[in-house]
């Protein structure tokens, strides 16, 4: 006997369109308009305009990609951001975010726009760009000296079109960069090790303050060994950084998880880079409004919780001209 569900189902298929062999509605789905905001005084007022234009034109390229267009079964909502850049980079131009949402439709439940489309639902896959930003090329930092936060990136990551395609945390982030022109710089060997050293000092300092509050035998003698310890290391590492050639003191430090030392060879298969923001990588002299620097995030396929738009929207990303995109860079 069929269910009463069972005898609606066609009814509501037919109401809003049909079931397509990927398990979306056959029925149009509704785009958003591009919802704005800035934060803080990122440019002058006069130049919010250019750079919201072109957060929106690549809104547009994206959704006029075979992959998203036309739109059936899913809606699409955007929003975009212009925001001020860290102090450490000033002078740079101004950052900028925008973000495309792709949702199910679903006819018993989504509302109409007025273009008779239907509107999403709950929650979807994103593709997320970014503009002058630097952050958005690294996860958590790995170390901090004082000169501030390290991070850590693939030494030979995978490539789409040419450009690197780094995995951070659940995304694929793919990195439209100017030719020539790097945006991290490396931490050296000789900066890691100074600041490991500079770690360790302060480290000893602290247990030295607790020794001299000890009132017991037995915290001083363990207190004892472990500065003893401490400064073991310490003696260990500037004996390294003193043995260095000024070749590798300059040379980038490297890590990879099979490493046993102070560093990794970097031709070794998984290694990263440690690296930070290079300030000098935005060119001076061009406005606030210019876009020097590109990424384009998107949910590695490990983590695909919707499967049918995790990957529709993987394939918006690979069909976009990125070569052209990389040429428009100011």
Not at 115 to 144: C, H, M, T
Request: charge should be positive; glycine fraction near 10%.
């Amino acid at each position: 006997m069929r269910s009463r569900f069972a005898c609606l189902l066609p009814g509501l298929l037919l109401a809003g369109g049909a079931l397509a062999a990927d398990g979306l509605i056959d029925a149009p789905g509704a785009v958003a308009p591009v919802g704005f905001d800035i934060q803080g005084s990122p440019l002058p007022k006069a130049q919010v305009p250019a750079l919201r234009g072109r957060l929106e034109r690549l809104l547009g390229q994206l959704r006029g990609t075979p992959a998203l267009a036309p739109l059936r079964g899913f809606a699409i909502n955007q929003s975009a951001r212009l925001f001020e850049q860290p102090a450490a980079l000033a002078g740079a131009p101004s950052g900028g975010w925008a973000h495309l949402l792709v949702r199910r439709i679903d006819p018993a439940r989504s509302e109409r726009d007025p273009s008779g489309a239907w509107r999403g639902l709950g929650e979807g896959p994103a593709i997320e760009l970014r503009v002058n930003d630097q952050a958005a090329l690294f996860g958590y930092g790995v170390g901090k000296d004082a000169l501030g936060d390290y991070y850590q990136l693939a030494v030979k990551p995978r490539r789409l079109q040419g450009m690197p395609v780094l995995q951070i945390g659940s995304k694929d982030v793919v990195v439209v960069h100017k030719p020539g022109r790097k945006p991290f710089a490396h931490i050296s060997r000789q900066r890691y090790l100074e600041g490991l050293i500079a770690g360790e000092h302060a480290h000893i300092a602290l247990l030295q303050k607790q020794l001299a509050e000890a009132t017991d035998a037995e915290s001083r003698h363990q207190l004892e060994q472990f500065i003893h310890q401490w400064q073991g290391s310490v003696a260990q590492k500037q004996a390294s950084l003193n043995g260095m050639s000024e070749a590798e003191r300059r040379s980038p430090t490297c890590q990879s998880s099979g490493s046993r030392g102070l560093f990794a060879a970097c031709g070794e298969p998984g290694a990263v880079y440690y690296v930070t923001f290079a300030p000098d990588y935005f060119q001076p002299g061009l406005p606030p409004s210019s876009v020097q620097l590109l990424t384009i995030s998107v949910v590695n396929k490990g983590f695909l919780n919707d499967r049918v738009l995790g990957l529709k929207l993987r394939e918006a990303v690979a069909q976009l001209d990125l070569p052209a995109l990389q040429r428009s860079l100011d």
